[in-house]
């Protein structure tokens, strides 16, 4: 997700630019792609510019329960502020720019590139138990069959390791030793 912010760095702060977006983005290093559909907010601020973006994404998921693959609805906010390398602004008035770790830049090309921002954002929202529906009735343990959409005759009924153990101390013979 790449912006051309050429013209919006030589405007004053305040001025924005609303884009439509709907495109893939490669998933890490992975060649899996992920569609991405929203709308993405640039405003320049006095130092950069400030993005805002509402998008929605839908990546294909392993249910937890019944193993059945399903495309997850994930939907994230990202709020960030990008700053030119080279600032027209900066550069008019002879300053030099500092580069500090951990801040989101934009490159020499002027290219703003949400990718990275989209993706982590994106990672830290797809659950690390995605389930294809919340009632999920999910795989029989003994035979296998998915449960939503098959009746087993197995005994599925959870037991409640308190009775065993109680069962245990009940008939445990006595042993009297005198
Ligand atoms: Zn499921
Ligand atoms: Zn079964």
């Known amino acids: ?6 013209q919006l760095l030589n405007e004053s702060s305040g001025s924005s630019r609303r884009f439509e977006v709907s495109e893939r983005i490669a998933r890490g290093v992975t060649t899996e792609k992920l569609a991405l559909q929203g709308v993405v907010i640039l405003l320049r601020t006095d130092r950069g510019i400030w993005v805002s973006g509402d998008l929605e ?6 249910c937890s329960r ?3 693959e399903f495309d997850e609805k994930i939907e994230i906010s990202v709020e960030e502020e990008f700053f030119p390398t080279i600032d027209p602004m900066v ?4 300053y030099e720019t500092q580069i500090v770790e951990g801040k989101f830049w934009i490159g020499n090309d002027h290219i703003l590139d949400l990718d990275k921002l989209v993706m982590e954002s994106l990672e830290m929202n797809i659950p690390m138990k995605p389930m294809c529906k ?7 343990p003994m035979c296998g069959v998915d449960l939503n ?3 087993c005759e197995c005994e599925n009924e959870p037991r409640d390791a308190r009775w065993g153990a109680l069962l245990g101390k009940h008939y445990s013979p006595k042993v009297n030793v005198s």
């Open 57 to 62: 994404s839908n990546p294909s998921c392993d």
């Open 66 to 68: 019944c193993l059945r």
């Open 149 to 151: 959409h098959f009746k």
């Open 1 to 6: 997700m790449h912006f051309n912010v050429s």
């Open 134 to 140: 919340v009632d999920c009735s999910g795989l029989c």
């Open 91 to 94: 550069l008019t008035f002879g």
